[in-house]
T-cell receptor, first 116, second 116 residues
């Protein structure tokens, strides 16, 4: 049973550049979530997908952020025109609800973004 | 809206001592409760969860938590800690209804440091 994987694990970029992160969920999971964690804080919800449909987006997800899950399997999170405030750990999680609302989210190792 | 308060940002203890990490939540609807652990530069690992039924929940690595609805608390306990328990611990809640079904709300975390 492979867990949630994320790529890359670390990304250093210059302000103004675009970056893209990938998340591969646990294979039978149809829900996929993105969170952002800044230093000293708990993770904050960004968005989530059920299959390929993006069902919920946080106000944290500004116009520079876009997430996709085109075939209902892996997902990508793109940040355009990065700013220093985007520096954070980006966490992906997946779940497979058998009963609505009681599904448990399993997290990947995260992608740490540093914007110089 | 839901919120989670972890009352202690840091908890230092000696090896083999008992520990309690406190978590209080606020919600106008029923919630599901979780504790996750995060080791340095890693993602979150699920320790335990409360969905319904018995208010005492046992998890991995000898941890347990008790749900107290009247006090809106979900404190994490371990009777005897090991140095390997040194990590950041996050309490999280999830609702069972409404427009924010997908997301987890996290506390700011408690850094547990176990000294020899």
């Amino acid at each position: 049973d492979t867990g949630v994987s994320q790529d890359p694990r670390h990304k250093i970029t210059k302000r103004g550049q675009n970056v893209t992160f990938r998340c591969d969920p646990i294979s039978e999971h149809n829900r996929l979530y993105w969170y952002r964690q800044t230093l000293g804080q708990g993770p904050e919800f960004l968005t989530y997908f059920q299959n390929e449909a993006q069902l919920e987006k946080s106000r944290l997800l500004s116009d520079r952020f876009s997430a996709e899950r085109p075939k209902g399997s892996f997902s990508t999170l793109e940040i355009q025109r990065t700013e220093q405030g985007d520096s954070a750990m980006y966490l992906c999680a997946s779940s497979s609800p058998r009963q609505k609302s009681t599904d448990t989210q399993y997290f990947g190792p995260g992608t740490r973004l540093t914007v110089l | 809206a839901q919120s989670v308060t972890q009352l202690d940002s840091q908890v230092p203890v000696f090896e083999e001592a008992p520990v309690e990490l406190r978590c209080n939540y606020s919600s106008s609807v029923s919630v599901y409760l979780f504790w996750y652990v995060q080791y340095p530069n890693q993602g979150l690992q699920l320790l335990l969860k409360y969905l319904s039924g018995s208010t005492l929940v046992k998890g991995i690595n000898g941890f347990e938590a008790e749900f107290n609805k009247s006090q809106t608390s979900f404190h994490l306990r371990k009777p005897s800690v090991h140095i390997s328990d040194t990590a950041e611990y996050f309490c999280a809640v999830k609702t069972d209804r409404g427009s924010t079904l997908g997301r987890l709300y996290f506390g700011r975390g408690t850094q547990l440091t176990v000294w020899p």
